[in-house]
């Protein structure tokens, strides 16, 4: 295969994105870079010569995912396959970097959350080394998190909005969260950067952006000595082009009243935000180290409610942490019926080594962890069913995403819905035809049992 060493373009690489928006935003960045440095990236795992998989590490059924993943690509690896080398980036691999090339000897390279940059350096050393039988395994997890692999003018994977990344890490220190130990403390990226992406990502007639980290509301204490998630919306929605922006994966102690007064005041920002609250029982709270209470949750939920009566807001919580009594999830159930959050995700506490919470005493068995589980989700989905309802008969704003399956009805997300984890909207048009990434008005005239609501154009 002498044509290797001569052009990168007959090498063929496709890059797997598993878990949150960070890492996807991740994966673009490195296929963005592989592309300009001429080698060819495609979607097709048999097809190609080199695949990366860019794993998420931080909880049971992540581990899980990402290790199917390396095993099912490691199936085409030859000499059963094309696949010549595998190389294994993100956080499974910046958690267990040894045991991977260890346990899984079909991996030839492990990448940490630091080391996206090198991702042209392994690739070319792994194709000059391409006919050899044997050839060295590579580590590169030294150093964690950061942003020195951003590129400003990334392909993007989704269409008719894009992720912006704007910090890495967490400074909050969750005890059944492993996330700190992966990403590092909360790094502010510089605001210039993020606006000048920003603008970039205008430019190609993208409409809306979504802003990811893994506390937004964070962002600024580092860099700025003080919260700049305000003056941030502000700026971004300076940019001409930009429609919609969408803020994800807030704090609640940090959704402030300055945040709170930009989000109602300023257009551009979506009336949504997503702020996972974990737990209902105060109890439960201090166990897992969060720093707000039920009071503060409550409270913030009505002056969220007051300034953006519209407001859909998203959370997370977790079911069956260590201690968890039926009268703590009892407590959580009856804040969670008093809370009325649109959207709700639920998880399973998954004790995770290096964490305080990984060998405390009180665990839960797995029967009980399932039924709370399957109790929450049931208490959601009327829940959300009642809170969807509300909007029918309202007028709003929808970006056009795509068109349904049998083609009858556009589907698009208005402020509303997030991409890849909310509901969508359905639009009928019996005028006009729309085009996809395009903003337009319609009346929310009714809602399936799912949430989807269904409009039409005005
Ligand atoms: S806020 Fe808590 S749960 Fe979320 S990433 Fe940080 S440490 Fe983990």
Known sequence: ?????????????????????????????????????????????????????????????????????????AEYKVPNGNVK?????????????EDILKELPEVDAVLGTAH??????????????????????????????GFS???????????????????????????????????????????????????????????????????????GIDLYGRRS???????????????????????????TPDLIEEMANNPKVAHYLDIPVQHGSDKI?????????????TSRLEMIRKAMPDCIIRTTVMVGF????????????????KWKFDRLGCFIFSPEEGTPAYDLPGQIDDETKQRRYDEIYELQKEISAEQSK?????????????????????????YGESPEVDPVIYVASSEEELNIGEFVDVKIVDCSDEYDLTAVTI
């Open 149 to 219: 692999h951003l590129v400003k003018d990334r392909e993007l994977s989704t269409s008719g909005y894009a992720w912006l990344k704007i910090g890495e890490g967490c400074r909050h220190r969750c005890s059944f969260c492993a996330i700190p130990l992966i990403r590092g403390t909360f790094v502010s990226r510089p605001m210039e950067d993020i606006v000048e992406e920003a603008g970039i990502i205008a430019h190609k007639g993208v409409k809306e952006l979504v802003l990811a980290a893994q506390d937004t509301t964070n962002y």
């Open 1 to 73: 295969m002498e044509n290797y060493a001569i052009d990168n373009k007959n090498v063929k690489i496709t890059l797997l994105a598993l878990g949150c928006s960070k890492n996807l935003i991740d994966c673009e960045n490195m296929s963005t870079v592989l592309k300009d440095a001429g080698y060819s990236v495609i979607n097709d795992v048999p097809a190609s010569d080199i695949v990366v998989i860019n794993t998420c590490g931080f909880i049971e059924s992540a581990k899980k995912e990402a290790i199917d993943a390396i095993l099912e690509c």
């Open 285 to 297: 709270l201090k166990a897992m180290y969060r720093r707000d209470n039920a009071e503060l949750i």
């Open 116 to 145: 996206y940059g090198d991702i042209v350096d392994v690739v070319a050393k792994l194709v000059s080394e391409i006919d050899e039988a044997e050839s060295d395994k590579i580590n590169l997890t030294s150093g964690i998190g």
């Open 85 to 97: 080398k595998i190389i294994v980036s993100g956080c499974l691999s910046q958690r267990y970097p």
């Open 390 to 414: 509300k909007r029918i008969g309202t007028v709003t704003r929808v970006n056009i995403c795509s068109v349904s399956d049998d083609g009858i009805f556009y589907v698009g997300r208005s």
């Open 322 to 337: 260590p201690g968890e009594t039926e009268e703590d999830f009892q407590i959580m159930k009856e804040n969670l019926r």
């Open 229 to 255: 998630l305000s003056e941030l919306l502000r700026k971004l929605s300076a940019i001409d082009g930009i429609e919609m922006i969408r803020v994800m994966y807030g704090y609640m102690d940090g959704i």
